[in-house]
């Protein structure tokens, strides 16, 4: 995909959303928040936070508990592992699934924005073959797409905690950003 077709599809995909939240019934938004919603908070696109990446997969698929934040344990399998550098920094992020027959990678992550600019539990990417595998078997990780967890927006969702294993040190400027602190500057 070229530059500018990848960035009609961001800005699609982000209308969209931004169109669920304010009308759908099933927003994670309360009805007098959709009424007063102006939109999610991005970064700017930045292409330097695309990658296409080999999945190194675990031959071993070990289960991880997870606490979610309403204190309940969730089992993750640790699928594989994607290998990237940012800023000349050598990263690393944890691939996950919920159960082995399930297509879909589920790449939870914490960066340096974490509690600053960005959830401060972090943000999510979901990696679906059709949509994120190239041809060549290389996965498409692309932060740009970083959301938040729907408890983000309401204490009545129960998301996953992000591992420690997958803490990034260096800051991720893709993606979404904390709603919290929008919703604040009005």
């Given at each position: 995909?070229?530059?500018?077709?990848?960035?009609?599809?961001?800005?699609?995909?982000?209308?969209?959303?931004?169109?669920?939240?304010?009308?759908?019934?099933?927003?994670?938004?309360?009805?007098?928040?959709?009424?007063?919603?102006?939109?999610?908070?991005?970064?700017?696109?930045?292409?330097?936070?695309?990658?296409?990446?080999?999945?190194?997969?675990?031959?071993e698929?070990?289960?991880?508990?997870?606490?979610?934040?309403?204190?309940?344990?969730?089992?993750?399998?640790?699928?594989?592992?994607?290998?990237?550098?940012?800023?000349?920094?050598?990263?690393?992020l944890?691939?996950?699934?919920?159960?082995?027959?399930?297509?879909?990678?589920?790449?939870?992550?914490?960066?340096?924005?974490?509690?600053?600019?960005?959830?401060?539990?972090?943000r999510?990417?979901?990696?679906?073959?059709?949509?994120h595998?190239?041809?060549e078997?290389?996965?498409?990780?692309?932060?740009n797409?970083?959301?938040?967890?729907?408890?983000?927006?309401?204490?009545?969702?129960?998301?996953?905690f992000?591992?420690?294993?997958?803490?990034?040190?260096?800051?991720?400027?893709?993606?979404?950003?904390?709603?919290?602190?929008?919703?604040?500057?009005?």
């Open positions: 995909m070229e530059i500018s077709e990848w960035k009609k599809y961001i800005k699609a995909e982000r209308k969209q959303k931004d169109g669920f939240f304010k009308m759908h019934f099933q927003s994670p938004l309360s009805f007098d928040e959709r009424q007063q919603f102006k939109g999610l908070n991005y970064y700017p696109l930045g292409p330097g936070y695309r990658f296409k990446l080999q999945l190194q997969e675990h031959k698929k070990e289960i991880l508990k997870v606490e979610d934040t309403q204190g309940k344990e969730r089992e993750l399998l640790r699928w594989g592992e994607f290998k990237f550098k940012v800023s000349d920094v050598d990263c690393k944890q691939a996950y699934k919920s159960s082995p027959e399930e297509t879909r990678l589920f790449v939870p992550f914490r960066d340096a924005t974490s509690g600053k600019e960005t959830y401060g539990a972090g999510y990417l979901d990696l679906e073959t059709e949509k595998q190239t041809s078997g290389k996965w498409v990780l692309d932060f797409e970083a959301y938040n967890p729907w408890c983000a927006y309401s204490k009545d969702y129960a998301c996953p992000t591992p420690p294993e997958n803490w990034l040190k260096v800051p991720i400027y893709a993606g979404e950003k904390d709603y919290l602190l929008k919703s604040r500057e009005r």
